[in-house]
């Protein structure tokens, strides 16, 4: 059982809007704002694509942002496209526990 | 552009010890800009972080599997490496490197390597 909690699937059709959110306790957050988003498609390695809460790496799309609200992180993805389609997973960083995963998402583009 | 190579036996015995390596191209682990960790995938399953290591030989383990792991440095040849003691079928999962830019996130990834328990 994963520390944070992430719906397991979502669905959206292309050109929508989706949100995925990602729940834990204070201690599950650690304090910080050290929350990453993940992109893994089928095979193939996790890609980061959120860290800090909000930020971007190089080279990722502006359709993807990243928040937080109390206890809940979120990441949406705005005019969705065929390719979006993955799992998605959420990661938090803590003192005393290192980082912590969420149990994934899986986004289906219908 | 910098790329990660995991290594090691696909195939472990229960009670041995996996050993896998991470080798590094087109970036210098002392540089001491980054961490390198080991993370897993179960499976069918979500990401689990086995843990951190600094080119100076310091870590930072995952306390669920800190009994019984053992990460090391070879600055030389600009490679981690990982063992995992007394290997159960629990541990049959695929085996990522990634590059830590921040204690908090992995910036690149290796292709990943399934390493199988069975007798």
């Known amino acids: 059982q994963s520390a944070l909690t992430q719906p397991a699937s979502v669905s959206g059709s292309p050109g929508q809007s989706i949100t995925i959110s990602c729940t834990g306790t204070n201690s599950d957050f650690g304090g910080y704002n050290y929350v990453s988003w993940y992109q893994q498609h089928p095979g193939k390695a996790p890609k980061l694509m959120i860290y800090e809460v909000s930020n971007r790496p190089s080279g990722i799309s502006n359709r993807f942002s990243g928040s937080k609200s109390g206890n809940t992180a979120s990441l949406t993805i705005s005019g969705l496209q065929a390719e979006d389609e993955a799992d998605y997973y959420c990661?938090?960083?803590?003192?005393?526990?290192?980082?912590?995963f969420g149990g994934g998402t899986k986004l289906t583009v219908l | 552009q910098v790329q990660l190579q995991e290594s090691g036996p696909g195939l472990v015995k229960p009670s041995h010890t996996l050993s896998l390596t991470c080798t590094v191209s087109?970036?210098?682990?002392?540089?001491?800009?980054?961490?390198w960790s080991w993370i897993r995938q179960h499976p069918g399953k979500g990401l689990e972080w086995i843990g951190y290591i600094y080119y100076t030989g310091s870590t930072y383990y995952n306390p669920s599997l800190k009994s019984r792991i053992t990460m090391s440095v070879d600055t030389s040849k600009n490679q981690v490496s990982l063992k995992l003691s007394s290997v159960t079928a629990a541990d049959t999962a695929v085996y990522f490197c990634?590059?830590?830019?921040?204690?908090?996130?992995?910036?690149?990834w290796g292709q990943g390597t399934l390493v199988t328990v069975s007798s």
């Open positions: 087109g970036d210098s682990i002392n540089s001491g800009n980054y961490y």
């Open positions: 990661s938090s960083y803590t003192n005393n526990r290192g980082v912590l």
């Open positions: 990634a590059r830590v830019p921040g204690g908090d996130r992995f910036d690149c």
